[in-house]
């Protein structure tokens, strides 16, 4: 599975969008880009994934560049609730496995 | 629809022991995988069952076994219980080994003393 590359910590006020940029240069044509969120220590809930498409659900936007080497996790109103760590990790079709990094505490200020 | 669950929610052990711990995978899925969580960093992939066999294995030493049962569910066995062991163990499923979106369960945090 491709690296990533994740900022280690970022801060978003209440109401505000939260942008979480991931770099993922090395990520080869069969790779997806997912993102998860880890709520203090409970297990990591699923986000959103995309291939090279942009794609929203009711959760979250994932914005993939042309070149698929970096991605952008947007959640358009942050709440309180949105305090976590985020994962970004790109997986190969046939991959069993998930590579974690040690992603990006975001923390939502009111 | 239940999720993934996991048992026990907590447990402690002493160095030496043997621990197990349980999953039941998400209503229809029949892939299990397993990860190490250590306090502050990112989870570790341990090892992926299907069709209860051990399909890809990370980088964990033969004291980390499993099983998948025919029901889908399926067990971690860690022996020689060493002090680093101590973590949050996650078990994730989804359906078959293709990329179908992953779901993880509460885990359950092993303590060795």
């Known amino acids: 599975d491709a690296k990533t590359t994740q900022p280690t910590s970022m801060d978003c006020a209440e109401g505000r969008a939260a942008n979480l940029p991931c770099n993922h240069s090395?990520?080869?044509?069969?790779?997806?880009v997912y993102w998860y969120r880890q709520i203090h220590s409970q297990g990591p809930q699923y986000i959103i994934h995309?291939?090279?498409n942009n794609e929203t659900n009711e959760m979250a936007s994932l914005i993939i560049t042309e070149d698929r080497k970096s991605s952008t996790l947007i959640l358009p109103h942050a709440t309180l609730r949105d305090t976590a760590v985020y994962y970004c990790?790109?997986?190969?079709?046939?991959?069993?496995?998930?590579?974690f990094g040690d992603g990006t505490t975001l923390t939502v200020k009111p | 629809d239940a999720g993934v669950t996991q048992s026990p929610t907590h447990l402690i052990k002493t160095r030496g022991q043997q621990v197990t711990l349980r999953c039941s995978p998400k209503?229809?899925?029949?892939?299990v995988s397993w990860y190490q969580q250590a306090l502050g960093q990112g989870p570790q992939f341990i090892f992926q069952?299907?069709?209860?066999?051990?399909?890809q294995r990370g980088n964990f030493p033969d004291r980390f076994s499993g099983h998948q049962f025919p029901n889908y569910s399926s067990e971690l066995n860690v022996n020689a219980l060493l002090l680093g062991d101590s973590a949050l163990y996650l078990c994730?499923?989804?359906?078959?080994?293709?990329?179908?979106?992953?779901?993880f369960g509460p885990g359950t945090r092993l303590t060795v003393l």
């Open positions: 994730a499923s989804r359906r078959g080994v293709a990329p179908d979106t992953q779901y």
């Open positions: 990790i790109v997986r190969d079709t046939n991959a069993g496995k998930s590579t």
């Open positions: 090395t990520i080869s044509g069969n790779e997806y």
């Open positions: 069952y299907y069709e209860e066999e051990e399909r």
């Open positions: 209503s229809g899925h029949d892939t």
């Open positions: 995309g291939l090279k």
